[in-house]
C-alpha cells in the first residue's frame, strides 16, 4: 500500500498525459463540431440538412447500406460456418482475404473496381454494349461498400461458432433433426448476438464509407453523391456550415452506433 | 507423414464430419467472396504487371511516386510510434487507474472507428485548421496528416493492450514489488513483456491503417505532390487524372503491406497463445 501512495504522483503523471492526448487528439475536436454546427441554433443547421441535395445523399447512402447490410450478413454466416466447420483446404488463404477490407486502403479498393468496370475495364466492354452501367452508378457504391464492410459479421460470428462447439449439433441431427433444422433450432439462437453486434458494424461502416466510393460514384450532386462526398463536396465549396451540419448528422449517427453495442452487451451478458 | 496421420486421428468424428449444408453454403461464400474481393484485387496486380516488370519498377519508383511512398512510410513510423506509448498509457489508466468518467472515457475510445474518416478530418480542421480558435493552421501540412492518422488509429493499440492488461494476474507485479522492484522496473521486467504480443498486433494494425488512411487525410493534406501527397492520395490523384497504371503500382505496393501486416499479426496471435500453454 505504502509503494502506491508513494508512486501516486507518476500514476497521476500517466493519468494526465493519456486524458491529456485524448482531448487534444479527440474530445475537443468532436466536441467543436457539434457547436459549430449549433452556434446559430437550431434554425440554420436544419436549413442545411432539409435541402434537396443533401436529403438525396442521406437516402442514397441509406438506400447502399440497406443493400450491403443483408447481404453481407447471409454471406458472414456462412462464411463463418464454412471457416469453423467446414475443414477446406486453403482455409488459412480465405481467412487472410476476409480480413483483408480491415487493413486495406479504401481507395485500393476504389481502383479494383474502376479497372473492373470502367470503360476500359475487364468487363467494361461487355457491359457498354449491353447498356449495363456499373461504374458511376449505384451497382459499383454497392459493391465498394460491400467490399469494405465485409468482414464484420465473419469476425463477430466466427469466435462464438468456436466456443459453443457441435456437441448440440451432433445431438440434434443424430436425434433426426435436418442440417437447416438444426442451424434454425441450434446454431442460431447461439449466434444471435454476435449475428447482432456484426451488423450494428457493418451498417455503420457502411454509412460512414468514403474513399472506395468516392473514386466509383463520380460524385454528382443530388445524382451519385453520399453523405460522406456530401461533406466533402461542401467543405470544398467553402458551405462550412452545410459541412458542418453533415457531419453532426454521420457523428450522431457513429454515436447511436457506439450506444447501440453498449445496451447489446448488457442484454447479451443477461441471456 | 505418419505423424500428420495421427494428428487427424486425434481430431475427434465430430468434428471432421461437416455440419450444415457444407458444399453449398462454402459454395456460396467462396463465390460471393472471389466476385467481391478476389477478382477486384487481380485487375489490379494484372494492371499492375501489364508493362512488365521492368517497366513496374519505373511507374512506382518515378519522383513523385516516391516522395508519396517515403513521406507514407515515415508518417507510419511516427503513428505507430507514438501510438505504442499513449495507446498502453491510455489502456493502463482505463484499467488500473480510477477517476470520474472513466466509463465515458472508455466508451468514447471507440468514436474513431465509428466515425465517417471524412468527418474525422473535418472535425480536426474545425480546431486546428484556418479557421480555427487556437490560432494554430495544420492545414496543408504534414503536422496536419500526422494528426489525422493518429486519430484514426487511436483506439487499435488501447482495444489491444485493454484486455490483455485486465487479465494480467497483479500477484506478479505485487511479488516484484515485495522483492524490492521500483514501479519502473516491475513494468518493465513484469508487465511489458506480457503487453508485447498485444501491443505489437494493436501497433501493426495500426500501421496498416496508416499507410492506407484516405478520408480522414484528404481534406487536410490539400493536393501537394512532394509535400502531403501520402500513397493514398497519389493513387486517387492519378486515377482521377486517368493514369491507372501508375495508380494500380503503388496500389499494388498497399496491397502488399496490408497482407503483411494480417500475415505479421496471425503469427503474433499464435505467438501469444503460446504463450499462454
Redo the contacts between chains.
Sequence with gaps: MTARTRTSNRLLLVRFCALGYLAVILIAPVTLIFWRAFEHGVHPFWAAISNPIATHALRLTVEVTLIAVPLNTAFGILCALAIVRHRIPGMGLINAFVDLPLALSPVVVGLALYLLYGRDGWFGHWLTTHGVRVLFALPAMVLATIFVSLPFVVREVVPVLREIGTDQEEAASTLGASSLTTFRRITLPAIRWAIAYGVVLTAARSLGEFGAVSIVSGGIAGRTQTLTQYVQASYENFDQTGAYAASVLLALLAITTLLAMTVMRHGDRRA | MSQLAVEVARVPR???R?????TL??G???G??SV??????A??AA?AASGGWHHFWQVAWNPEARAALELTFELAGAVVAINAV?GT??A??LV??D?HGKRL?N??????F??????AG???????GP?GDLGVDVAYTRWGVL?AL??VT?PFVVRAVQPTLLELDREMEEAA?SLGAG?FATFRRIVFPHLLPALLSGVA?AF??A?????AV??IAGNLPFKTEV??LY??EH?NSDD?TG??AL?VL??VV??G???VI?ALRRWATRHDR
Design positions: 465430430a468434428r471432421r461437416a455440419l450444415g449444408a457444407p453454403g462454402s456460396i461464400a467462396l460471393y467472396l467481391i474481393v478476389l477478382v477486384p484485387l485487375a489490379v494492371k499513449t498509457a491510455i493502463w489508466t488500473r487507474d477517476f472515457v466508451a468514447i475510445i471507440d468514436l474513431p465509428a466515425l465517417p474518416t471524412i468527418v473535418l472535425t480536426l480542421l474545425a480546431l486546428y479557421t494528426m493518429l486519430f487511436l514489488a514501479r494494425l496498416a491503417r499507410i492506407g488512411e484516405f478520408g484528404i481534406l500513397a493514398s493513387v486517387f486515377i491507372p495508380a494500380s496500389a498497399m496491397l496490408s497482407l501486416v494480417l500475415l496471425g
